[in-house]
Nanobody, 115 residues
């Protein structure tokens, strides 16, 4: 059974950087889009950034210019470089992979931006 495994979360001061990584393992094939979502306490899950197999990227307005999504199609991995982090970026970040007939979610990784 396939799964997405995330890493890279943690505690960082405002203005700092973190890099999140997500690897698809097992029987996950033919991934279309991959993306990162986040969910803060008391809020709905929102799309932070996505990237298609051809490299087309999309970002949440509030992270444009600060976050960069990248993908390695051969390795089925997706990363999110987060710079100039703000307290409002604090959330659990989830990786998602869209495949034919459905999607996979990672278990989530906590990002806390605080001084």
């Amino acid at each position: 059974q396939g799964q997405l495994v995330e890493s890279g979360g943690g505690l960082v001061q405002p203005g700092g950087s973190l890099r999140l990584s997500c690897a698809a393992s097992g029987s996950i094939f033919s991934i279309y889009a991959m993306g990162w979502y986040r969910q803060a306490p008391g809020k709905q899950r929102e799309l932070v950034a996505s990237i298609t197999g051809r490299g087309t990227k999309d970002y949440l307005d509030s992270v444009k210019g600060r976050f960069t999504i990248s993908r390695d199609n051969a390795k089925n991995t997706v990363s999110l470089q987060m710079n100039f982090l703000k307290p409002e970026d604090t959330a659990v970040y989830y990786c998602r992979a869209d495949v034919r007939g459905g999607m996979y979610w990672g278990q989530g990784t906590q990002v806390i931006v605080s001084s």
